[in-house]
Structures are given as structure tokens and as C-alpha cells.
């Protein structure tokens, strides 16, 4: 509900300044309260296309305001090695972030605050599942639990499924894996590292649960 209602009460800005940009040559893009602003110019007209956006925003938005900590400014160049080049702002200082990706100026990555999450959940699910084994089998030694330790359940939350191309177009039924082939669908080239970041994902799972199970065998 409030998505729906920040679209709403920023409908009137959204439009000014889709006009304003246009008539400059950029654009302008919103979900919910984070947005990207791309202008052509250069990084004496960075304070002047601020205070437009900060003056549409009062006009348009009371009480909103522009959060200087979150807020970012890169200049991108665009020749036979194209970069982005960090020119203010405290976060991303390796590239453009916005709605979890990252992008240093010819590839897109998966930002890393959001392989954190994943890596948190994952550690979670694997701790859940290696307790229930001990639990279960109380009286087995740590290399029988090992064994029976099988990384196909928490893959089957986070990884590759059965059926996945079928799947992959319900969206109540993805998995990170159903959105990590996605996002590397939908930026083509320049996303080719996206699924090298999550590589060795099943051998990081029976890593994680060995050393569980090794504290599960070692309690008095």
C-alpha cells in the first residue's frame, strides 16, 4: 500500500519533470522513492540540474526532500572503454546502483548489499535444516549427518529448480536463481557477470553445513 500511494502523492513531479528532462535531452526514472535521473551535460551543470529536481520535488512533494546520503552523482563516458566515473555522494563509489544492481559503465552486477541478504537467508536455511537432522538423528556421529545432510532442500529455495523455464514466467514461483537468469536475459552483455557472481552456490551450501554440523556434534 505505501508503493501505491508514494506513486500517487509524486504523479504531479513525476510529470514536471519527464517535461523538463525531455526538453534537455534526458530522462527519468522512478520505483517508488528511488529514482535515476540520466542528463546529457557536463559536471559544471551538476548543481543547476539538483536544484531543478529539488524545486519540483518542494513544488510537487511537501514535506519530501531529497536525501543528500543516499543520493549519488556519476558522469558516464561513453568511447572505446567506457566507464562510470563516482563524482559525489557517500555510496557507490564502484558504479551506479540503483534497484539492486550496480553498473561501472559496461557491465551490470548484482549489487553487493543485496549478495549479502542472500547469503544471510541461505546460512539460515542451511543452519534450519542441519538442527532438524540433529534433532532427528540424535544419536549419529558427525560423518553419518554429513552424509544424510542433502543440499537439494535449500537449493530448492534459493537455486535452480525443476521445470524452471516453465516456471520462470510465475512469478510466485521464482527462486534468486529464476531472478539472477533474468536479469542477465534483460541486460544481455552487458549482464554476463551477473551469474558468475553466484557461482559455486551448492558448494558454498555443503560448506556451511559441515561446519554447522561440526558445532551440532561438538555440544555436550
Same mark, same amino acid.
Given at each position: ?11 504531479? $513531479?513525476? &510529470?514536471?519533470?519527464? /517535461?523538463?528532462?525531455?526538453? *534537455? ?14 542528463? %546529457?551535460?557536463? +559536471?559544471?551543470? *551538476?548543481? #543547476?540540474? !539538483? ?7 518542494? /513544488? ?6 531529497? !536525501?543528500?546520503? =543516499?543520493?549519488?552523482?556519476?558522469? @558516464?563516458?561513453?568511447?572505446?572503454? %567506457? ?7 557517500? /555510496? ?14 559496461? #557491465?551490470? $552486477? ?10 544471510? =537467508? ?5 543452519? +534450519?535444516?542441519?538442527? #532438524? ?24 529455495? $534459493?537455486? =535452480?529448480?525443476?521445470? @524452471? ?5 510465475? %512469478?510466485?514461483?521464482? &527462486? ?7 536479469? !542477465?536475459? /534483460?541486460?544481455? !552483455?552487458?549482464?554476463? &557477470? ?13 560448506? =556451511?553445513?559441515?561446519? @554447522?554440523?561440526?558445532?551440532? &556434534?561438538?555440544? %555436550?
Amino acid at each position: 500500500m505505501s508503493d501505491v500511494l508514494a506513486n500517487l502523492y509524486l504523479l504531479d $513531479f513525476d &510529470t514536471s519533470l519527464v /517535461a523538463a528532462l525531455k526538453s *534537455i535531452g534526458g530522462a527519468y526514472f522512478r520505483y517508488s522513492d528511488d529514482i535515476l535521473v540520466i542528463v %546529457p551535460g557536463h +559536471a559544471d551543470d *551538476i548543481q #543547476r540540474r !539538483q536544484d531543478l529536481i529539488k524545486e519540483l520535488l518542494s /513544488a510537487h512533494a511537501i514535506n519530501l526532500a531529497i !536525501q543528500p546520503s =543516499k543520493s549519488t552523482v556519476h558522469r @558516464f563516458s561513453r568511447n572505446k572503454n %567506457p566507464r562510470c566515473e563516482h563524482l559525489t555522494g557517500s /555510496a557507490g563509489k564502484n558504479g551506479l546502483e540503483y534497484l539492486g544492481f550496480r553498473f561501472d559503465g559496461h #557491465r551490470v $552486477f548484482i549489487r553487493d548489499s543485496t549478495r549479502s541478504r542472500l547469503q544471510r =537467508k541461505m546460512t539460515y536455511a542451511v543452519k +534450519a535444516e542441519v538442527n #532438524r537432522l540433529c534433532l532427528q538423528y540424535p544419536s549419529a556421529g558427525r560423518a553419518q549427518l554429513k552424509q544424510r545432510f542433502n543440499p537439494i532442500f535449500v537449493l530448492r529455495k $534459493f537455486h =535452480k529448480v525443476r521445470d @524452471f523455464h516453465a516456471l520462470s514466467r510465475t %512469478p510466485s514461483k521464482w &527462486t534468486f536463481w529464476t531472478y539472477i537468469i533474468r536479469s !542477465q536475459n /534483460a541486460f544481455v !552483455q552487458t549482464g554476463k &557477470t551477473i551469474e558468475r557472481q553466484v557461482r559455486n552456490f551448492r558448494r558454498s551450501i555443503v560448506h =556451511k553445513a559441515s561446519g @554447522f554440523i561440526d558445532e551440532c &556434534t561438538s555440544r %555436550p
